[in-house]
């Protein structure tokens, strides 16, 4: 198979996507594995008056917005149809930083070398349930596989070897979207992704939320009396750790990186004393056993998935929507109160509060005036609340929020996910 590349210039580096084998001399679906080292392709604001009413809803964007980890923008915006001033709530910004696709002037850069876009690469995103290009962090038959097949029907799934490289693939146009998980009503939120989230330029155009059934697997003919070590995901072992004692397994529990790859190192390796912990999707992939099944403690297990892609979508108000916003603020935890009640004021349910340090500044001293060594740790706010940026009562909350952070920015206005839920199967 051919491999894939961001380019074809001769100096551009060139992961190669090439097929695997199993243990069972079977192909595997392609897999990114390498984490690219390239410079991150900025472009100018806006793609003309046809987002310009969007933009201008939206103007809470504006200054704030800072990109890739909070570095402050070194050029300005150029002026033009979608780079007007627009005024939310009486608060007057600048041109939204919403890192759109302009047409007429777009390239994508690769050592500095500007190589221009396909009409292809310019023509509508995939509509959801074609056939679509969507990168997952795991190998075949992970949670995060069917995540994608839930979010994007008969897509392409592409899995990747770590949620960098997801985030990277869609940048670099090897996939359309990404599918990511970003919390578990178990084992918590996945604060690698909430800062990822941060870190890159992409937007979440959706989410979905998928039941997980964990199963213990082990090759053929391996009973559990044999087995003296479980490997799976660490949040897939704390999820599974009562259970694994009822059954009377007295084995040593190791983390991996993911659950289905946890069944295919069993597999490739032949490994006759260890178990897996994955779905039994990865089962039927790999060819091992399903020793017990359900083993999860809990059959309330969710895990939330977000969908990313490089251009926001237009936020609506004809279904239930859900906004995702980061913030921070000089003084720390001090306003956190008067933020939240911008929200509880108008009535806004918030559904998602998480801190993660703030990397760029960690560590705020005490005033000079004091005396000691006390110090505050400073702190990057997630919220997720529940309504679209096309609503009134949105702006002006973002738009009081503005006032109290020194950083703010929005990661996105899309869809909730109002499918049934029903406790996964075998329970």
């Given at each position: ?232 995901h660490p949040q897939a072992l704390a999820q599974c750790e009562l259970t694994l004692t009822k059954l009377g397994l007295n084995v040593a529990r190791e983390a991996v990186d993911d659950t289905a790859g946890a069944a295919e190192f069993v597999a ?24 017990a099944d359900g083993i999860h403690d809990d059959s309330s297990n969710v895990t939330r998935f977000v969908m990313l892609a490089r251009e926001p979508i237009i936020p609506r108000t004809d279904r239930p929507f859900k906004t995702s916003i980061v ?101």
């Open positions: 198979m051919q491999a894939i590349t961001p380019s074809s210039s001769p100096n551009t580096l060139k992961p190669l996507i090439q097929p695997k084998r199993s243990a069972f001399g079977r192909f595997k679906p392609n897999r990114i594995s390498c984490a690219y080292r390239s410079e991150s392709v900025s472009f100018p604001n806006g793609i003309g008056s046809s987002r310009a009413d969007w933009q201008s809803s939206c103007a809470i964007l504006a200054s704030k917005v800072i990109s890739q980890g909070q570095e402050q923008p070194t050029e300005k915006p150029s002026s033009g149809g979608a780079d007007h001033v627009a005024s939310v709530n009486g608060h007057k910004a600048a041109s939204m930083d919403l890192n759109l696709v302009p047409i007429d002037k777009v390239s994508a850069v690769t050592n500095n070398k500007p190589v221009p876009l396909t009409i292809t690469d310019l023509s509508p995103a995939p509509m959801h349930g074609s056939q679509v290009r969507v990168a997952y962090q795991g190998v075949p038959g992970a949670y995060s596989e069917a995540a994608a097949g839930k979010a994007y029907p008969n897509c392409e799934a592409i899995p990747c070897d770590q949620f960098e490289v997801a985030f990277q693939a869609v940048e670099l146009w090897l996939a359309d979207r990404a599918v990511l998980p970003v919390e578990n009503s178990l084992g918590g939120s996945i604060h690698r992704n909430y800062d990822l989230l941060l870190r890159h330029r992409l937007h979440i155009v959706g989410e979905v939320q998928l039941p997980v059934h964990h199963c213990l697997l082990a090759l053929p003919g391996v009973r559990k009396e044999y087995l003296t070590r479980v490997i799976s490739a390796n032949n490994l006759r004393d260890t178990a897996a912990i994955a779905s039994a999707r990865a089962a039927d992939l790999y060819g091992l056993n399903i020793l913030f921070a603020h000089e003084k720390g935890t001090s306003v956190l109160f008067k933020v939240l009640s911008a929200f509880a004021f108008r009535n806004i349910s918030l559904t998602k509060i998480e801190s993660r340090p703030h990397r760029n500044h960690p560590i705020r001293l005490v005033d000079d005036a004091n005396v000691g060594t006390a110090k505050h740790f400073e702190y990057m706010f997630y919220v997720d609340f529940e309504a679209s940026m096309a609503e009134v009562r949105a702006q002006n909350a973002l738009a009081e929020v503005q006032e109290f952070t020194s950083f703010l920015r929005v990661l996105g206005s899309y869809p909730m996910d109002m499918t049934p839920w029903c406790p996964s199967r075998g329970d």
